[in-house]
């Protein structure tokens, strides 16, 4: 099924925003889940980059699923004609979300080296923005800590950008472009585990509908303003 042209020119202004053509140097790598949100993004950056994009998934091993998650990216890029590379790490003990996140950025910055991509981007979106914000209010942070997810950064340990074009998106968006493909994306259970903060605070969001995720998240981007004009 045909993307919807609206979602497609607004991706594409939203990637032209934080990577402009003139500083493409090579296709654009997606790191995708098989999860809705990153699904959403390998669609819409099919349809904005056509033959421009890569489409990279990783198996951490902490899941069983996660083997048919990877495959499940891998059909919808094969029906594209999208390449794609199946990644594996390892996650070293610890902190579990912090240490599985450090390997998927040094994979994905081995990955970008060996197939010449020009950036990596990731299909962080709204409501994640908002949660992030949230969490770290709740921590105490400073100002670097609440300017939240960043727009465009690098790779740590490397200059390869690091791109969230979904950033003023809402994940019921995405969800929206993934069924609207026909493509039943996978569900990770961590998502809405109660031992996760994260999770836990999901579900208090849905709750409190008198919080916009978009205007929580537009704060965040105001003080990552802040913050580089200090910076400055």
Do not use: C
């Given at each position: 099924?045909?993307?919807?042209?609206?979602?497609?020119?607004?991706?594409?202004?939203?990637?032209?925003?934080?990577?402009?053509?003139?500083?493409?140097?090579?296709?654009?790598?997606?790191?995708?889940?098989?999860?809705?949100?990153?699904?959403?993004?390998?669609?819409?950056?099919?349809?904005?980059?056509?033959?421009?994009?890569?489409?990279?998934?990783?198996?951490?091993?902490?899941?069983?699923?996660?083997?048919?998650?990877?495959?499940?990216?891998?059909?919808v890029a094969a029906e594209r004609g999208i390449p794609f590379t199946p990644l594996a790490v390892r996650v070293?003990?610890?902190?579990?979300?912090?240490?599985?996140?450090?390997?998927?950025?040094?994979?994905?910055?081995?990955?970008?080296?060996?197939?010449?991509?020009?950036?990596v981007a990731t299909a962080h979106h709204a409501d994640d923005q908002a949660e992030t914000l949230l969490m770290?209010?709740?921590?105490?942070?400073?100002?670097?800590?609440?300017?939240?997810?960043?727009?465009?950064?690098?790779?740590?340990?490397?200059?390869?950008?690091?791109?969230?074009?979904?950033?003023?998106?809402?994940?019921?968006?995405?969800?929206?472009?993934?069924?609207?493909?026909?493509?039943?994306?996978?569900?990770?259970?961590?998502?809405?585990?109660?031992?996760?903060?994260?999770?836990?605070?999901?579900?208090?969001?849905?709750?409190?509908?008198?919080?916009?995720?978009?205007?929580?998240?537009?704060?965040?981007?105001?003080?990552?303003?802040?913050?580089?004009?200090?910076?400055?």
């Amino acid at each position: 099924m045909q993307l919807d042209p609206v979602a497609a020119r607004r991706f594409a202004a939203d990637l032209a925003a934080l990577w402009p053509e003139d500083e493409r140097g090579g296709a654009l790598g997606l790191a995708v889940s098989g999860g809705p949100d990153s699904l959403a993004l390998l669609l819409l950056a099919a349809e904005a980059l056509p033959g421009r994009i890569a489409v990279a998934s990783i198996d951490h091993g902490l899941r069983p699923e996660a083997a048919d998650e990877v495959a499940l990216v891998g059909r919808v890029a094969a029906e594209r004609g999208i390449p794609f590379t199946p990644l594996a790490v390892r996650v070293a003990p610890g902190n579990l979300q912090a240490e599985a996140r450090r390997a998927r950025y040094a994979v994905l910055a081995e990955w970008v080296g060996a197939e010449g991509l020009g950036a990596v981007a990731t299909a962080h979106h709204a409501d994640d923005q908002a949660e992030t914000l949230l969490m770290r209010l709740g921590r105490g942070s400073g100002l670097v800590g609440l300017a939240g997810v960043r727009a465009r950064t690098v790779i740590e340990g490397s200059e390869i950008p690091l791109l969230r074009p979904l950033l003023g998106w809402r994940k019921a968006e995405l969800a929206a472009v993934v069924a609207a493909a026909g493509i039943t994306p996978a569900q990770d259970p961590s998502n809405t585990d109660p031992a996760y903060d994260r999770a836990r605070l999901r579900a208090a969001l849905v709750e409190a509908d008198w919080l916009d995720p978009l205007q929580i998240a537009a704060s965040a981007g105001h003080l990552a303003e802040a913050w580089q004009a200090l910076g400055w």
